[in-house]
């Protein structure tokens, strides 16, 4: 019993030991926003008699963008949905712009897979702290302007 009860022991105090260490050994929130991974909440907007639905997978950050795939569905108009890649032009000067505080402007690049037919998006992301915001996509298409309004977010 002796021996069940101090491996016990030895085995809390291990335990709270690694966990003591892995909190010193954390990296501060406000690393550069360039090598960390950029996350879109999902988001909609209405159409004419419906409701389009835009939902980003996380953005990388290579050669100067950020590249990512997105899905937008498109109700009751399925023909309408697609799916495809994402490439957000921002500068390195951009993002840092961007964790001091100031909104950016930025042309989107959206590619569909069905057919490779290319999207213009303007996205406008407004910073409420240095690595989280707001961030608006306008997106033309043959049907009018579709404006979607969501939340984005940097992680390691």
Do not use: W
């Amino acid at each position: 019993m002796r021996l069940t009860i101090a491996v016990f022991v030895f085995l809390i105090l291990s335990v709270t030991r690694c966990i003591h260490a892995e909190r010193s050994n954390s990296t501060p929130e406000t690393s550069d926003p360039v090598t960390r991974k950029l996350f879109i909440d999902p988001s909609s907007t209405s159409v004419a008699l419906g409701k389009a639905s835009l939902i980003v997978s996380p953005f990388t950050h290579r050669d100067g963008n950020y590249v990512g795939d997105y899905q937008l569905k498109v109700r009751p108009y399925f023909f309408k949905s697609e799916k495809g890649t994402l490439l957000l032009v921002a500068s390195d000067n951009s993002l840092r712009k961007l964790q001091a505080g100031k909104a950016i402007n930025f042309p989107v690049k959206a590619v569909t897979r069905k057919d490779g037919k290319t999207h213009v998006v303007l996205g406008k992301a407004t910073p409420l702290s240095g690595d989280r915001g707001s961030v608006t996509f306008s997106i033309i298409t043959e049907n009018g302007k579709m404006v979607f309004n969501t939340s984005y977010h940097f992680e390691t």
